[in-house]
């Protein structure tokens, strides 16, 4: 069977991340010297749908590596309420991967009337969201022909934890996140594996996806692909939040996809799930943890040593493959989700 334009995509990871590394990086490093000399107090930054995602997870990498308080921007306050905030003394970094969307262009005009520096983080550098800002790292992965957004994604992570590195003038950072290639590699190699076990979970109509830390992204990212491509009802949680009343919701046969990276919330994340497997719930598993795969009903191994700051670039394939998998399962077009393009327009 030909492949899908997905699951094309998702296997031009490896190699599209590469390109990316290879040819922006330097521009990215410039980009980083410069704002770590204008020393601005905290970072906005502003995206919409996937990429709402990465931004979630460069909160953590500027929070957490940077030290600088990280906020995403609300660009409903600078277009239907004409309200825009004070940004003196931020850099505003602004992601989308078609570069298109009227809302957060106009978060990056006004920003540029505020005097603050402003990044574009695009697939297309001649888009309306590279003209406006000062500065455009481009995701260099060439076209996705897919409505659902993956290596468009993975990218725009990576130069997240690119410009991220680049501000705090870690090389030892810059040189982990030159083996983001090959450890995609290693997970796009169980792709067959992956797709054929989520056949096993083609009758759910619901789900949780959950993780912590920052794989908190990764959460919302998987639950975005599920509804998406399969139309289950996924809502992704922060671990700790869950146990703050929606753990009730866990019964027997509750699906739950779980995300356990290497690091600090390892071993803290599998007695989260050691706990939810007691009552009931069906795990996939998601962790290059030998302990952690073994709670699974089915496990999803990703490549071990993995830095947990840049384990979400990683662990998400195995989640785009586990939805391309239950979508051909449930026996949907994975290219042509219902209801939804490539470019949505917000204002």
Known sequence: MTPSLLQTEILQQPAALRTLIDSERQHITAIGDLIRSRSPRFIMLVARGSSDNAARYGQYLFSTINHLPTALAIPSAYT????????EDAAVIAISQSGQSPDIVAVVEESRRQDV??????????SPLANAADHTIN??????????ATKTYSASLVALALLSASIAGDNERLAAIDHMPQWIAEVTQHCDATMRAAERYCYIQYCVV?????????AYEIALKLKELTYVIAEPYSSADFQHGPVALVDHGFPVVAVVP??????????????????????IMISAD?????????????????PEWLSPAVAIVQGQMFALGLAIAKRFDPDRPRHIGKVTLTL
Do not use: C, M
């Open 290 to 306: 030998p302990e952690a795969l073994a709670l699974g009903h089915t496990a999803l191994p990703l490549p071990a040593g993995v």
């Open 262 to 283: 290497d690091g600090p919330l390892a071993g803290e994340l599998t007695a989260f799930f050691r706990d939810l497997a007691k009552r009931g719930a069906e795990l």
């Open 80 to 87: 239907i309420y004409q309200q825009a905030p004070r940004l």
């Open 210 to 218: 959950a993780s912590r830390g920052y794989n908190y992204a990764t």
């Open 117 to 126: 520096e402003t990044i574009a983080i695009t697939n297309d550098p001649e």
């Open 139 to 148: 995701l260099s992965v060439g076209k996705e022909f897919a409505v659902a």
